[in-house]
């Protein structure tokens, strides 16, 4: 039996859209993710009499940790939801668990125009950090900073969406080196950028496929023993 997913459309303050409207990017990921045996539920703010305490129902127990990474003006509402259900959101913070892995969110630099900047580096966050464990880095972005290089292990990115329609994957190279896939960085760092599962703008996606990416982490003991 693989894991659960539960997938959130939150309400947008604001926005005058029709509330009948089908969250078809969640649709179209969950349905990706139930084809692989995912135990997949959607929960639609908008829609539900009382969303929030069906989330806390479906997350009785279990022990999570989110970061936010795209910042949008949705954002407080975004962080309402996660906050009062129990999540930690990771905004400039890292956590370590059980001794063995640090994981570090960083805002999108977005946060400064929308007055949610914590004004703390990125290098001095990762500096901060157990030196002898694995560091996960969550950042919205694929932009390394020359800084944070050996800092940490592997940072998750995406953004980019490798472009969504050919051949704009080439202008958005003007503005990261970094598109899609994974790469190894100096000092010991690596670096992997989601495709995405979604879109930006226009519901299209062509010669970009979209992916949901599983990245198995194992310790260097256990893969030592493995190999003998």
Request: glycine share 8%; charged share 20%.
């Amino acid at each position: 039996m693989k894991n659960k997913i539960l997938l959130i459309y939150p309400r947008f303050h604001k926005v005058d859209f029709d509330a009948s409207s089908i969250p078809l990017g969640l649709l179209s990921i969950g349905t990706l993710l139930k084809q692989k045996g995912y135990d997949v539920k959607i929960i639609d703010f908008i829609v539900e009499d009382d969303p929030l305490a069906m989330l806390k129902r479906e997350l009785d127990g279990a022990v999570l940790c989110a970061g936010i990474s795209a910042m949008t003006p949705q954002i407080p509402h975004a962080l309402e939801i996660t906050t009062r259900a129990g999540f930690t959101v990771l905004r400039n913070e890292a956590v370590t668990f059980s001794g063995l892995i640090n994981i570090a969110g960083v805002d999108d630099p977005t946060a400064k125009y929308l007055g949610l900047s914590t004004g703390l580096l990125e290098e001095q966050l990762l500096s901060r950090l157990p030196k002898d464990n694995f560091t996960l880095l969550l950042k919205h972005q694929p932009i390394i900073r020359e800084d944070s290089l050996g800092l940490f292990d592997l940072q998750l990115s995406g953004h980019t969406h490798q472009g969504q329609i050919f051949p704009f994957r080439y202008m958005v190279h003007i503005f990261f080196s970094h598109i899609a896939g994974w790469y190894d960085l100096p000092k010991g760092s690596h670096l992997y950028v989601s495709r995405g599962t979604g879109t930006w703008g226009p519901p299209i996606r062509f010669l970009s496929s979209p992916e949901v990416t599983v990245i198995d982490l194992i310790h260097e003991s256990q893969h030592l023993s493995e190999a003998l």
